[in-house]
């Protein structure tokens, strides 16, 4: 059973646009939600989190907003960068637990 | 700087081989990792340690086995390889206690079981 879900595999903007990443969630026990980067043959680097106390997170291009009614986060990476292409994890720690789980992806194409 | 390595970028193995796949971090976390990347299915969880000598199954422990005899060491074990275990395994150091947890990923191993 999937408790941290991206629904959407990919995603394409042209550059200096919006970008828009969505995740969902069913565990109402998770504590902070994170958004991790990927590029091709390197691990995850870490971009931003949010407590589940928070609504909003913001640094600098990326904001993260969390709606705890519906379950659901967003990563908004304004203006978007043809070197913001990658792939987008969503993830989620489990209180009490520290166990980190993790999305399907989102791969993020950013067009010059 | 916070560094996670992973023993091996690439390794090629045979059906039925006994394979280890090694990650040590200088941060002196707690908390350690092995995931599994597929296309199309994520980061899954195999195993996480929270201590040394502590482990918890993640979501798709079978045929994987782990050792955490000291705290910046943590071994994944493929007890018995085979095709279906191809993949690229990420091993993850993560901070805990009171601070926001926050993940450190080794390189990946991409394994290949022939």
């Known amino acids: 059973d999937q408790q941290v879900k991206q629904n959407s595999p990919s995603l394409s903007v042209q550059e200096g646009r919006i970008s828009i990443l969505n995740c969902d969630y069913t565990n109402s026990m998770f504590d902070y939600f994170l958004w991790y980067k990927k590029y091709p043959a390197e691990g995850p680097t870490f971009l931003i989190s949010i407590s589940s106390i928070k609504d909003k997170n913001e640094d600098g291009r990326f904001t993260v907003f969390l709606n705890k009614s519906a379950k659901h986060l967003s990563l908004h990476i304004v203006p978007s960068q043809p070197g913001d292409s990658a792939v987008y994890f969503c993830?989620?720690?489990?209180?009490?637990?520290?166990?980190?789980?993790f999305g399907q992806g989102t791969t993020l194409q950013v067009k010059p | 700087d916070v560094k996670v390595t992973q023993s091996s970028r690439y390794l090629v193995k045979r059906t039925g081989e006994k394979v280890f796949l090694e990650c040590v971090q200088d941060m002196d976390h707690e908390n350690m990792f092995w995931y599994r990347q597929d296309p199309g299915l994520g980061l899954r969880l195999i195993y996480f340690s929270y201590d040394v000598k502590m482990k918890e199954k993640g979501d798709i422990p079978e045929g994987y086995s782990v050792s955490r005899e000291k705290k910046e060491r943590f071994s994944l074990i493929l007890e018995s390889a085979s095709t279906n275990q191809t993949s690229m395994y990420l091993c993850?150091?993560?901070?805990?206690?009171?601070?926001?947890?926050?993940?450190?990923f080794g390189q990946g191993t991409r394994l290949t079981v022939v």
């Open positions: 993830a989620a720690t489990l209180r009490g637990t520290g166990k980190l789980i």
């Open positions: 993850a150091s993560v901070t805990g206690g009171a601070r926001v947890p926050e993940a450190f």
